[in-house]
């Protein structure tokens, strides 16, 4: 393979950048494909942004800590294992904007609507204690300012939790697309995999707002 009329394996990172891998272009996963009726599949719980804050505030024990950073060192890659035979009709790593704030990208590419469960999201249970107890990191809010105008909230969810949707993640989890009938064998890989992971919303068709609340 050539860049520029040169070979990738001669050419001199720049910038302090390099080709780092190579993937086979009908292989590769985008956030644009999510059709309607499938299934959303989160691979890691919520809650490493509120966490991380916590911690630069000396208010995680050791134990807490420690468990943070074997979260975030967790890789995707057994996820993506599990999920990439399957055919995944969209996917994207949820990270600094945060699961609603992917989302809406997701919504955005696919020129449809979001449908999620907060109820069924997976969140960290520190986490959750801290977010009712107001320790939210200001990524969260930008988040809320930049995604919240496009949110319709179809019933009563405790504000710790929608928090938590808006939390801006480190290292986060993969957020898929799959069919519905693909959707729970993907589950049941992913727990054979080790991976901790829910099935939280739908595609919908394209509605008023992109991302939609419901129980």
Not at 81 to 104: K, Y
């Amino acid at each position: 393979m050539t860049a520029g009329g040169h070979s990738i394996e001669d050419a001199e990172p720049k910038y302090g950048l390099c080709v780092s891998g190579l993937v086979h272009p009908g292989a590769v996963l985008t956030n644009r494909g999510a059709r309607e009726g499938d299934l959303l599949v989160l691979t890691k719980p919520l809650g490493t942004g509120i966490l991380t804050t916590a911690a630069k505030a000396e208010l995680l024990s050791g134990a807490e800590y420690r468990a943070m950073t074997d979260l975030m060192a967790a890789l995707n890659r057994d996820a993506a294992r599990a999920a990439v035979p399957l055919r995944p009709s969209a996917c994207t790593d949820v990270t600094g904007f945060g699961l609603i704030g992917h989302a809406r990208e997701m919504a955005e590419g696919a020129g449809c609507t979001i449908e999620l469960w907060p109820g069924r999201v997976p969140i960290v249970p520190q986490a959750l204690e801290l977010a009712r107890d107001g320790i939210i990191p200001a990524g969260a809010y930008r988040n809320l300012e930049f995604a919240g105008p496009e949110v319709e909230t179809a019933g009563t969810f405790p504000q710790a939790v929608l928090d938590c949707l808006y939390d801006p993640q480190t290292s986060g989890g993969l957020l898929l697309a799959i069919t519905e009938e693909r959707g729970a064998e993907l589950l049941r890989r992913l727990a054979d995999a080790g991976v901790t992971a829910a099935a939280v919303g739908r595609v919908r068709p394209r509605g008023p707002r992109r991302i939609v609340l419901k129980p």
